[in-house]
């Protein structure tokens, strides 16, 4: 934290001697324990996430950008992550999965060191310390390596702090930053809007590029998948409406979202976070560091985007929030720092008294709620990190996708709502019951019907799996799925006590004539 007033280095100057030293050392201690969280998380994270990485899967094995061979469903909201991981993947030789976590390694490590080289020219380099540290060392983060919103983050904070000198290469980053992430199409919009403010002219070059860039992907998939945007918004709002208790959205959203930033990272202190980072989102606007001023923005505008879309919370939706909160939270931590330590030392002046003393007990106002997050945070990543042994439904989809690889024939296709490692590791097609990646079920969802849906295009194998029984019980429990198929396989997981249950059609298979656009009986 800075000296006093009198001490205090000027904005814009160049690294002294002692903060490169110190700025070395975090770095190697950044690369380090990023390095570390990598290597042990390879390839562990969220199912949605294998979805894309199994259009990225099909395309190394020459079946083309899809889901499952021979269909060409817009079914990720990330196609330009997709083709990027099957790049890294070609490239290093790693699985998709795995290529994917050292990509979100190299992700985090870009963002945290491009603001705190920016932030050390405005003299905050203890603050982006602190923040870049959070950052790297977060669980909830971490959790969900892999994601596309990591890199698509990074591509739009080195956007925004190159977009005054490189307003070119700046729309390029951020457009691709689109097909990384939807979404950041909203932060190519406020990046415009923060260029415009700051430079009085309109950011032709960015504009263009961007929009070029945006318009050529969304050309390519509608040529590609016969339409520009995704099926997955639709199949989430339809599960929204089927169930708002499980799936929250609108008004909903966000309590959910406090919920789980709770109970996966912030623990008793989530309101130090959430309050004190939000508050924070003020200092990065006021920081005059587009990166910054974009993250802040960003987030806010997600915070209400999200729930006016009416789609349901999904963890991985809070990362760019997040991401501004521990951002924001370090920076007005600085800010408070600064203008009580302005006010203390006026008085120590006029009282003509030592300025160290109060150092301490200004420290220790100002910084002890943060101190009491970060050591929190700290201990449970500490204690996640030694006992870490995979994620357990991923496991279990694993296992079973494993086996059904080795002893299912190449087109025999499974039916369940959870389906992207199940496709991952079985490499056989997967109906999804939900509608994410197989459209021709949504009329079943809409119905709240996935019986229904099963019988409409009843696959060869049947997922249960007691983590979601709530969706399936339903679906085993019809009187006549005994008939039509026999369970073969259970696997239990060793981390929980959840069962995943294999079943296959019996030889007679399900009747499927229809009648009036419905499956008969």
């Known amino acids: 934290m800075p000296q006093p007033p009198e001490r205090h280095s000027t904005p814009g100057t160049h690294f002294s001697l002692h903060q490169r030293w110190a700025v070395a050392v975090l770095a190697v201690l950044w690369v380090m324990v990023t390095a570390l969280l990598a290597l042990k998380l390879a390839g562990e994270t969220t199912d949605d996430f294998f979805i894309t990485f199994r259009y990225s899967q099909n395309l190394l094995a020459g079946k083309g950008f899809v889901f499952n061979a021979g269909e060409r469903v817009f079914g990720t909201t990330a196609p330009g992550w997709g083709l990027l991981?099957?790049?890294?993947?070609?490239?290093?030789?790693?699985?998709?999965a795995i290529a994917a976590?050292?990509?979100t390694a190299l992700a985090l490590l870009t963002t945290a060191g491009w603001l705190l080289w920016k932030s050390q020219l405005r003299g905050r380099l203890p603050e982006a310390a602190l923040a870049g540290t959070l950052m790297l060392t977060n669980s909830f983060l971490w959790v969900h390596n892999g994601s596309e919103t990591f890199t698509a983050t990074a591509l739009l904070v080195l956007a925004a702090g190159i977009s005054r000198k490189r307003p070119g290469t700046a729309g390029l980053l951020a457009g691709f930053a689109v097909w990384l992430r939807p979404e950041s199409g909203l932060a190519g919009l406020i990046l415009a809007a923060i260029c415009w403010s700051k430079e009085r002219s309109f950011p032709w070059r960015f504009g263009v590029v961007f929009s070029l860039i945006v318009g050529g992907g969304l050309a390519w998939a509608a040529?590609?998948?016969?339409?520009?945007?995704?099926?997955t918004l639709q199949a989430k709002r339809l599960q929204s409406a089927w169930n708002p208790q499980v799936w929250a959205s609108g008004l909903a959203f966000w309590r959910e979202g406090w919920h789980w930033l709770s109970v996966a990272y912030a623990g008793p202190w989530i309101g130090v976070l959430v309050v004190g980072g939000g508050a924070g989102l003020v200092s990065l606007l006021r920081s005059g560091q587009r990166s910054l001023q974009l993250l802040a923005a960003h987030g806010l505008a997600l915070l209400l985007l999200y729930p006016l879309l009416g789609i349901p919370f999904y963890t991985w939706y809070a990362i760019p929030f997040l991401?501004?909160?521990?951002?924001?939270?370090?920076?007005?931590?600085?800010?408070?720092?600064?203008l009580v330590w302005r006010l203390v030392w006026r008085w120590l002046a006029w009282r003509r008294l030592s300025w160290r003393p109060a150092a301490v007990v200004v420290s220790l106002?100002?910084?002890?709620?943060?101190a009491l997050l970060v050591s929190h945070v700290s201990r449970r990543m500490a204690d996640g990190y030694r006992h870490f042994e995979a994620i357990p439904q991923t496991e279990l989809y694993r296992e079973a996708g494993e086996w059904l690889r080795q002893h299912a024939a190449p087109g025999a296709d499974i039916a369940y709502v959870e389906v992207g490692a199940l496709a991952y590791y079985s490499d056989r097609p997967v109906r999804d019951l939900l509608g994410l990646v197989s459209p021709e079920n949504l009329e079943f969802v809409a119905r709240r019907d996935l019986a229904a849906a099963l019988r409409a295009h009843p696959a060869v194998f049947v997922i249960h799996h007691t983590r979601l029984a709530g969706l399936m019980d339903p679906v085993i429990q019809q009187s006549w799925f005994d008939t039509a198929y026999e369970p073969i396989m259970a696997f239990e997981g060793e981390l929980t006590p959840d069962v995943l249950t294999l079943y296959r059609r019996r030889a007679s298979?399900?009747?499927?004539?229809?009648?009036?656009?419905?499956?008969?009986?």
């Open 223 to 231: 040529l590609y998948f016969g339409e520009a945007l995704p099926n």
């Open 509 to 521: 298979s399900l009747p499927t004539q229809r009648n009036n656009g419905h499956p008969t009986p």
């Open 101 to 103: 976590t050292f990509a």
């Open 365 to 370: 106002l100002v910084l002890a709620p943060v």
């Open 85 to 96: 991981v099957a790049l890294l993947s070609a490239v290093s030789g790693l699985a998709p």
């Open 323 to 338: 991401i501004a909160l521990l951002y924001g939270l370090a920076f007005l931590a600085g800010d408070l720092w600064r």
